[in-house]
């Protein structure tokens, strides 16, 4: 029967097995993002293939595999043939992609610039809803030794514990230190607490022969640089 099968040309194959056959035999760069994530989901509904339906998930997104990953377990599960099972094996490849992203910046973990640290902490907190504050703790040569976060679920004074970043900067032997935080709302300016809080590290760094290098707004393709606009 296998046998049988493996002589039929890929176009008498039924659809929901063409996008399988066709990145084994042709490689995984000619597929399509909705063929992609049809293979994840195996099959589609009654009225459609699993490759018409993965072409109507992301046409709600405007095609944006971000965007995609943004949906929750809940949402993917009211496209009509998409169940708890699939959900949750979309939000996991995405999760997986994230983090390869974040790996791979890693990986060149020398920040020589504003965008090496952006590319370090974009697919840390580019995409959240919510807003988080990372210290980024670097040695005399500018490697990264340690990335960590401060708070989360908002920005002001009295969430940056001061004494636990040098204290946590003296145990792992940072000289430099780099702030990031991202604005889900997608601005870049700078709020007078951003700047605040940026004062007040780089104040109390300076103390014990730390640098603040730069403080970072992420959002989810951009970001703002104290650094690169001399607010430093």
């Not at 973990?109 to 370090?120: H, M, V």
């Amino acid at each position: 029967m296998q046998e049988k099968r493996a002589s039929f040309p890929i176009k008498d194959w039924s659809q929901d097995d063409q996008p399988r056959e066709k990145l084994q035999y042709k490689g995984r760069e000619t597929l399509s993002d909705a063929e992609l994530v049809a293979i994840l989901i195996g099959s589609g509904n009654k009225d459609e293939s699993a490759v018409a339906l993965c072409k109507r998930i992301l046409a709600s997104v405007d095609n944006n595999l971000s965007e995609l990953g943004k949906l929750s377990i809940i949402e993917l599960m009211m496209f009509k043939g998409i169940g708890e099972a699939k959900a949750i094996t979309i939000a996991a490849a995405l999760e997986l992609g994230r983090r390869r992203r974040g790996e791979e910046a890693l990986e060149k973990d020398k920040i020589t610039c504003s965008r090496s640290a952006f590319e370090l902490m974009q697919p840390k907190i580019g995409e959240l809803l919510h807003e988080e504050f990372w210290i980024i703790y670097l040695n005399n040569s500018n490697k990264v030794i340690q990335k960590n976060q401060l708070s989360k679920g908002g920005i002001t004074g009295t969430l940056v514990d001061v004494r636990l970043v040098l204290k946590n900067a003296l145990e792992v032997g940072a000289t430099g230190l780099i702030l990031a935080h991202n604005h889900p709302s997608g601005a870049l300016k700078p709020s007078e607490a951003d700047k605040q809080i940026t004062n007040k590290l780089k104040k109390a760094a300076q103390s014990i022969d730390i640098k603040v290098l730069d403080h970072l707004i992420i959002t989810e393709k951009a970001y703002f640089s104290f650094s690169d606009k001399s607010l430093l």
